[in-house]
């Protein structure tokens, strides 16, 4: 079983749906060193640019699982590098004889040295401690080299816990309370490491050996496919609710409205779970310092059955403890699916009607009659027509991508028919690449009206295929971010034997109808607002391994332009764009919202690579509601209901201003001078010489 993805964000929701990932762990088959060849070798049937094992694919699935084990640089030394890539070298041969040996030998050295590290801490912390404001550290590990030798481990060790030791002073924690909970941290990782099961370990290796190929390729276990299914499925069956953890403790972080743990009215976030227990008279398991996946395995289960909690809740006087008995039922991720809403607006004394529609994920399920994003959304433009929107925002500033197949189809709704995009992949002789061609054939031009597209540079691949698509057919303007993610690959999941979780593989790279791919330059804005994610950090191209940008021949197609009837578009060209962006630019500098964005940018340029940790404290006294959480995480945003979300949604300043965009394109689009159909030809069909038919 097979089926096609540009991109997918996982979510941990508490619950399980009838899926392939909960049929595969009812058989109990767990992964072992037999399956390693065989299922690198399955990744290397469809991967788009590596057909057979060799030692550059070796030597990135040696660099790829250190950098699994100790991707923060915080354990391990050069010289503990160099003795891994040696105890690994050969290891593709070694899969193949079934030896597992020199991944269990790589584990063991990294949990000496994560005890070490353990050791060092408790002892740092102790008695004598001193709070240094000035020292520096290089948080992002990209940026620092791994230590030399032991004292270089050292040194940065302990700039690194005066970090962690200001991050908890700077919510008003006492040092000693700061200092014991981070100890018990660095015990908490220790033990982790030492209980890590041998079917983790393989697990790791294989999306190691995956990685190696490119940045989207990955290995999913029985327990990631459960994840993924549910986050594509948008249906899971539990008691409703996300939870992390924290300091030992599995905290709730949300609750989904729909949810039994929402409707008992008893529970709410930042509830404590410390023990779990099914049915009626199960007995209850203690889940304090309990990895979450195992503490989520017990949570799950079948509609209708029943599952009983103990509950620790932090109060102002003395901490509360209670249970609660809780029945688990099917539930619909509404909040991940397509919404819409309308806002008014004005321009020129001329009323306006706004519909904004956000598209948090490309997501399908391929069961008979199950959620697809495409289907909802032909609804919700259907909607707007009947309401008589003046135009349409269509947010895709959070989606990370999605079904293949509903992209192509949302990009259809708004022209006639054609081509939207083309995927290569690999010939069955591995030196060519065939293209597969993906066209709307749905004539209906479901929305014909003004359209904008809220981009930012977390958008990535199918909502790169979408804007990008509109972008070429100048069918919409794209507004937002300087640019998408620019993620122009396309991935395949292909489940394997029962128990063994599924296989995520990189079988192409996708072009929009205008022959660009949207590898790593992502899809350009129109109009740019200033955003937190326009840094260098952020986008396809500073990832790993991935895959170089490539180019081919436009096939935009005539027939999806409509120029005559009910479903006529008009195609926005420079002139309108150039008068939007003059519209815009005083609102935009003018906005408090805007203004704030630019200064946390500019504080983020100054402040360079380094971070002084006495500046963390200072910054967290400027601005109050810092502290109600570590790293500035703001508790409240937590416990918000779907009201109150919303309201915070609306508040944005890109999305303001995309209606406010949206407004002012309406105004443009009917004004005298620019016509719908065949009045002003120019205006609406396209150039022979640039367009071109591709079946």
């Not at 729909?258 to 889940?287: H, P, R, Y």
């Not at 993610?485 to 296989?503: D, N, R």
């Not at 967290?620 to 309201?647: A, Y």
């Amino acid at each position: 079983m097979r089926f096609f993805i540009v991109s997918v964000a996982l979510v941990l929701g508490i619950g399980s749906s009838t899926t392939q990932a909960q049929f595969q762990r009812s058989q109990a088959i767990e992964l072992s060193c037999v399956h390693l060849y065989p299922v690198q070798m399955k990744y290397l049937e469809k991967h788009v640019n590596f057909s057979k094992l060799d030692k550059r694919l070796e030597a990135r699935t040696i660099e790829q699982f250190i950098k699994r084990l100790d991707g923060s640089k915080l354990y391990l030394i050069d010289k503990d590098v160099k003795d891994m890539e040696h105890m690994m070298n050969n290891v593709f041969d070694k899969t193949l004889h079934k030896d597992c040996s020199s991944l269990d030998k790589a584990n063991q050295l990294f949990i000496k040295r994560v005890a070490e590290r353990v050791d060092y801490a408790k002892k740092y912390l102790g008695p004598k401690f001193k709070f240094d404001e000035k020292a520096q550290i290089q948080r992002d590990p990209q940026d620092r080299p791994r230590p030399k030798t032991v004292a270089d481990a050292n040194k940065f060790h302990e700039n690194y816990m005066q970090y962690q030791v200001a991050t908890y002073l700077a919510t008003d924690m006492k040092l000693d309370e700061a200092k014991q909970i981070i100890v018990r941290n660095y015990e908490r990782a220790l033990k982790r490491v030492q209980e890590m099961k041998k079917e983790d370990l393989l697990s790791s290796y294989l999306d190691s050996f995956a990685r190696a190929l490119d940045p989207h390729s990955s290995y999913l276990s029985a327990d990631a496919l459960e994840d993924f299914e549910i986050q594509m499925r948008l249906s899971l069956e539990g008691i409703g609710a996300t939870l992390s953890s924290q300091d030992g403790f599995t905290v709730i972080e949300q609750l989904i409205p729909g949810g039994s743990a929402d409707a008992s009215g008893k529970l709410k976030a930042k509830d404590k779970i410390v023990a779990v227990a099914q049915g009626k008279d199960g007995a209850f398991t203690n889940v304090i310092e309990m990895e979450l996946r195992d503490v989520v395995k017990l949570i799950r289960g079948p509609k209708n059955s029943q599952v009983r909690l103990k509950i620790l809740r932090k109060a102002a006087k003395e901490n509360q403890r209670f249970e609660i008995t809780l029945v688990r039922d099917q539930i619909k991720l509404e909040d991940e699916a397509a919404n819409i809403q309308y806002m008014d607006r004005e321009v020129n004394g001329q009323k306006l009607k706004v519909a904004l529609l956000n598209l948090p994920s490309f997501y399908a399920d391929n069961r008979k009659n199950g959620p697809s994003a495409a289907t909802d959304m032909k609804k919700l433009l259907a909607e707007a027509v009947k309401n008589k929107a003046d135009a349409v925002v269509l947010d895709l500033s959070t989606n990370g991508g999605g079904s293949l197949r509903d992209a192509v189809d949302i990009a259809g709704l708004f022209f006639g028919t054609g081509n939207v995009v083309k995927q290569s992949q690999r010939a069955p002789a591995e030196d060519q690449i065939n293209y597969e061609t993906l066209r709307d054939t749905d004539s209906t031009v479901d929305w014909s009206g003004p359209l904008v597209v809220l981009t930012s540079r977390v958008s990535a691949s199918a909502s790169e295929i979408v804007s990008g698509t509109l972008q070429d057919y100048k069918r919409a303007v794209i507004i937002g971010g300087d640019h998408t993610f620019g993620k122009g690959t396309v991935q395949s999941v292909e489940y394997l034997p029962p128990g063994l979780g599924a296989i995520k593989t990189t079988v192409g790279m996708f072009f929009t109808a205008g022959g660009e791919s949207t590898q790593h330059r992502g899809v350009s804005g129109d109009l740019v607002f200033p955003s937190t994610y326009s840094q260098d950090d952020v986008g396809e191209k500073i990832l790993d391994y991935s895959l170089p940008p490539k180019k081919i021949k436009e096939f935009l197609s005539p027939t999806a332009y409509v120029t005559e009837g009910p479903n006529a578009w008009t195609q926005v060209n420079k002139e309108i764009i150039e008068k939007l962006k003059k519209k815009s630019a005083p609102r935009v500098a003018e906005s408090k919202e805007f203004k704030k964005v630019r200064e946390d940018l500019d504080k983020i340029k100054k402040r360079g690579k380094n971070i002084i940790v006495g500046d963390i404290i200072k910054d967290r006294e400027k601005d109050p509601k810092k502290k109600k959480g570590e790293d500035g995480e703001d508790d409240e945003n937590t416990n918000l209901s779907r009201e109150e979300r919303k309201k915070k949604y609306l508040e944005r300043a890109d999305v303001i201003e995309a209606l406010n965009v949206a407004a002012d394109l309406a105004v443009e689009l009917h004004s005298p001078s620019i016509k719908v159909g065949s009045k002003t030809k120019s205006a609406t069909e396209p150039s022979e010489t640039t367009t071109s038919e591709t079946n």
